[in-house]
């Protein structure tokens, strides 16, 4: 069955400190893998996308990692903003017909000062 | 440029009333979709469109409708609300189906059905 899994479920930090978030998938036949930002209240905000061949990306303070023989990513932060407070999803794709998409329930992240 | 708008932000509906949760996007996109997103879950696909006049099931579709008369325009339709629909909508859409290219989400509905 395809599934993505987030670890942890929730996560409190200090600012300025760095966080890493784990996303673990069975997805098959893989095509890419993607982080996103929900903040409160909004509508998902894509951070990285990363296929196959890619191990690392980053946009900013964010890094994602992509092991894709053990079936593994990670996001990583760093410095932390209260801005960053917010869920971060983790969405892997299915090469099948359909293109389907297979959604983490998120990591919810609460920086505070 | 709006991106992906949906209207309304929030709602309340008795059991067995029907509505009609609207979204557009105003980027030409022809890929558009539709998610529920509830506690604890990731976000399920409930129906797809790959462009005006074709529209296909996700995985959740029971007590929905879609239409794509245009391609800016992809309406989600409660036929007799249920209790179980009770969640956040969110709209999205995608240049074309293909796997790489980036989706955007509008900023969702809240909706509960009491």
């Known amino acids: 069955k395809n599934q993505v899994e987030q670890s942890p479920q929730s996560l409190i930090i200090l600012e300025g400190k760095n966080c890493t978030l784990q996303?673990?998938?069975?997805?098959?036949?893989?095509?890419?893998l993607r982080w996103y930002k929900q903040d409160t209240g909004r509508g998902p905000v894509s951070l990285t996308i990363m296929t196959f061949s890619e191990n690392t990306k980053s946009n900013g303070r964010y890094t994602a990692t992509l092991d894709a023989d053990t079936k593994q990513s990670s996001l990583h932060i760093t410095a932390s903003q209260l801005s960053d407070s917010a869920s971060y999803i983790c969405?892997?794709?299915?090469?099948?017909?359909?293109?389907?998409?297979?959604f983490g329930a998120g990591t919810i992240l609460r920086v505070k000062s | 440029n709006a991106g992906v708008t949906q209207t309304p932000k929030f709602q309340v509906l008795k059991t067995g009333q029907s509505m009609t949760l609207q979204c557009a996007q105003d980027m030409n996109h022809e890929y558009m979709s539709w998610y529920r997103q509830d506690p604890g879950m990731g976000l399920r696909l409930i129906h797809y469109s790959v462009g005006a006049g074709i529209t296909d099931q996700g995985e959740v579709p029971n007590g929905y409708n879609v239409s794509r008369s245009t391609t800016e325009d992809f309406p989600l339709r409660l036929l007799s609300a249920a209790p179980s629909q009770t969640s956040v909508y969110f709209c999205a859409s995608s240049y074309s189906n293909s796997l790489n290219y980036e989706q955007y989400f509008g900023p969702g509905t809240r909706l509960t059905v009491t």
């Open positions: 969405v892997v794709s299915a090469r099948v017909v359909g293109n389907k998409l297979v």
């Open positions: 996303c673990n998938y069975t997805v098959s036949p893989f095509s890419n």
